[in-house]
Structure formats: structure tokens, C-alpha cells
């Protein structure tokens, strides 16, 4: 499967940006659809993901309340709704895909860059 992250952008804190994740490719039995991101300097954390048609969604402590992961299952799509953007939301966003029985997420793609000035 192949990946394409994308909507980032230069944002003020408080703002807002909605990210897509386009899948081409061996899209069949996709499990888990996620969003993670990884800041200079830091290792990649996981943000969000929705599994199967959405009856399991979860987020990171840090982005709940203001994220929120959404699919189009017709157009193999998802999107992060970002709200309330703070500085330390600056990151390169990434999304990813998972198979059911495999906890390990892949096809992270070049990913979109999130920028939160203060």
C-alpha cells in the first residue's frame, strides 16, 4: 500500500488544519488506519487511529478533545481534524495502515510538516 499525507501547513496557536491520508494500492483488509508524528529531535509518537469502519477510535492523551480521525471509506481516505493547534503540535505528520492480527503499523510515506507559531 502507498501512502500520501498531506493539508500541513504553517499555523498560529489556537488554529486549526485537516490532514488527509490518501491510500493507493493493496488497500483490501486494511485494519487500522493511523496518524502519528515525530518532532526534530524526537522519536515518532502515535496521534490517532480508527479501526475498521470506525467502532474503535483512539487518540493520544495530548491531542484529545482537540483532534479528531475521520474516514472515507468509498475514496480510501482518512483525515485528522486538528483544533486548538499548540506550538508543541509542531511535527511532521505521518499516516499509516495496519493488518488485523499485526500490532506494528506500515507505508508511512514522506508525510506532511505541521508548524504551530506561538
Known amino acids: 500500500v502507498q501512502l500520501q499525507a498531506s493539508g500541513g501547513g504553517l499555523v498560529q496557536a489556537g488554529g486549526y488544519l485537516r490532514l488527509s491520508c490518501t491510500a493507493s494500492g493493496r488497500t483490501v483488509g486494511i485494519y487500522a488506519r493511523g496518524w502519528f508524528r515525530q518532532a526534530p529531535g524526537k522519536e515518532r509518537e502515535f496521534v490517532s487511529e480508527i479501526i475498521s469502519n470506525g467502532a474503535v477510535i483512539n487518540y493520544a492523551d495530548s491531542v484529545k478533545g482537540r483532534f479528531t480521525i475521520s474516514r472515507d471509506r468509498f475514496k480510501n481516505m482518512w483525515f485528522l481534524q486538528m483544533s486548538s493547534l499548540k506550538p508543541e503540535d509542531t511535527a511532521t505528520y505521518y499516516c499509516?495502515?495496519?493488518?488485523?492480527?499485526?500490532?506494528?503499523?506500515?507505508?508511512w510515506g514522506q508525510g506532511t510538516q505541521v508548524t504551530v507559531s506561538s
Open positions: 499509516a495502515v495496519r493488518s488485523p492480527g499485526v500490532s506494528e503499523y506500515r507505508g
